[in-house]
């Protein structure tokens, strides 16, 4: 610090800032959002905090300073103990149709991202069912989904709930719905499936959404425009609100699900909409028991939702430690404000 320019000091004690901020999102999937919502909202950004330490390493690089250790440790204790942001290797395998199945989930948005219009509305879906028909997955998992899709798509057994629903080409041996707190539009359920010769329950969740409008989303979209700043901060605030009610909403929902899971007496899968990151309590608690299909499968960013200034990974099918998954894709279309997700599922 000494040795440091004027400049360079102003330039460590901000990457120290950006030290502290990390610290806290590093921490975040092991603190209860609704004891401590800061750590929930810098999880959203993990991964453009990252970025930043390792902008902070190549400065310090170049000028051959030893304040690049901050950044440095920063990055390597993420790498060893945090949910990777990138996969380099996809796992691909052909599977014996008797010992696997195939599984999607996909959040449909209701048919509403073509505009809104009931005419366009009923196009939509129609695109929609013909992409899910095709992609003739064995267990479908949909979220947000309208009535219509029922009576359309291949599969032959089907739990509907509402907007949540699993539709599948085994045998459904029972079915129940996961009602949330009466305040929440979302809703979750399972299904417990026949598959060849073993029972599993298939969970398709949809926790509590952030709810953004059309101002959240001019604020995160068009952030290079200069609006004034009580504007901005009033703005800032309301969504900053909006992230910490659903945050702790989905706290509530999830213990409801994993009393559910500990309960089950066949083995378990779960996906679905999280609305929430991989560095998140929410999915360290959901992931117990199970490894994530596109960390085990997976390549790339596996970002479902790109909608924002950067793309999030918040859909996730998440596997039984007694299987594996392999082939995990993160299916291309312009559908939904998300992207469908799929991938094999191999009985060890």
């Given at each position: 610090m000494k040795n440091l320019s004027v400049p360079n000091k102003l330039l460590y004690l901000i990457n120290l800032v950006f030290v502290l901020l990390w610290f806290f999102a590093f921490l975040s999937p092991y603190i209860n959002p609704q004891s401590f919502s800061l750590g929930a909202l810098l999880a959203i950004g993990y991964p453009i905090l990252l970025l930043a330490h390792l902008l902070f390493i190549l400065y310090w690089l170049v000028r051959f300073k030893k304040a690049i250790y901050l950044s440095l440790s920063v990055l390597i204790l993420s790498y060893l103990f945090s949910v990777p942001v990138f996969q380099s290797k996809s796992k691909f395998k052909a599977l014996a149709k008797d010992n696997s199945f195939s599984i999607m989930s996909f959040n449909s948005q209701l048919s509403y991202f073509s505009g809104g219009k009931k005419e366009e509305v009923q196009t939509h879906q129609s695109k929609i069912i013909h992409f899910l028909n095709q992609e003739n997955t064995d267990v479908l998992c949909l979220q947000e989904a309208r009535k219509g899709m029922t009576s359309n798509l291949n599969h032959p057994y089907k739990a509907v709930f509402g907007y949540s629903q699993i539709y599948s080409n085994y045998e459904i041996i029972s079915a129940k719905e996961i009602l949330f707190n009466k305040s929440s539009t979302n809703n979750s359920c399972y299904a417990d499936l026949l598959i060849h010769r073993d029972t599993i329950r298939i969970y398709n969740?949809?926790?509590?959404?952030?709810?953004?409008?059309?101002?959240?989303?001019?604020?995160?979209?068009?952030?290079?425009?200069?609006?004034?700043?009580?504007?901005?901060?009033?703005?800032?605030?309301?969504?900053?609100?909006?992230?910490?009610?659903?945050?702790?909403?989905?706290?509530s929902q999830v213990e409801k699900i994993t009393e559910s899971i500990n309960s089950s007496p066949y083995p378990t899968l779960l996906c679905g909409d999280f609305n929430d990151v991989p560095q998140s309590y929410i999915y360290r608690k959901l992931n117990k028991g199970h490894k994530d299909a596109f960390l085990d499968s997976g390549k790339g960013f596996g970002a479902t939702y790109r909608q924002l200034i950067f793309p999030f990974r918040i859909d996730f099918i998440l596997v039984n430690n007694l299987w594996s998954s392999y082939n995990f894709k993160v299916l291309e279309n312009n559908l939904s404000d998300h992207q469908a997700i799929r991938c094999d599922i191999e009985f060890n």
């Open positions: 969740l949809h926790l509590e959404s952030l709810h953004l409008g059309n101002d959240d989303y001019r604020l995160l979209k068009e952030w290079d425009e200069e609006p004034i700043e009580e504007q901005l901060q009033d703005k800032t605030q309301k969504l900053s609100n909006k992230i910490n009610k659903a945050s702790h909403k989905r706290v």
